[in-house]
């Protein structure tokens, strides 16, 4: 299974905690704004729900291959 990589702009980060609530296993609050708990993941669902339901668009989700997979523009 290839992995993802995750990277959150925290300049547009408004820290609302959606992603920690929808994917905890993968994001964290840190100093007001959103991180990722692990750059490179497995492939999960709820990764691609956070990334989806920011309301900044401010985390990025690549697969193996460098193309976008959330969020969809």
Same mark, same amino acid.
């Given at each position: 299974m290839s992995e993802w990589t995750i990277a959150v /702009?925290?300049?547009a980060c408004m820290g609302t905690g959606m992603c920690t609530s929808i994917a %905890? /296993?993968?994001?964290?609050? *840190?100093?007001g704004?959103?991180?990722p708990v692990? @750059?490179?993941?497995d492939p /999960?669902?709820? @990764?691609? *729900?956070?990334a989806e339901?920011? %309301?900044m668009e401010a985390i990025l @989700?690549?697969?193996?291959d460098g193309? @976008?997979?959330a969020p969809q523009l």
């Open positions: /702009d925290r300049g %905890p /296993d993968h994001f964290r609050l *840190d100093g704004t959103s991180t692990k @750059v490179d993941v /999960d669902d709820a @990764v691609i *729900d956070a339901s920011c %309301p @989700v690549r697969s193996a193309s @976008v997979l």
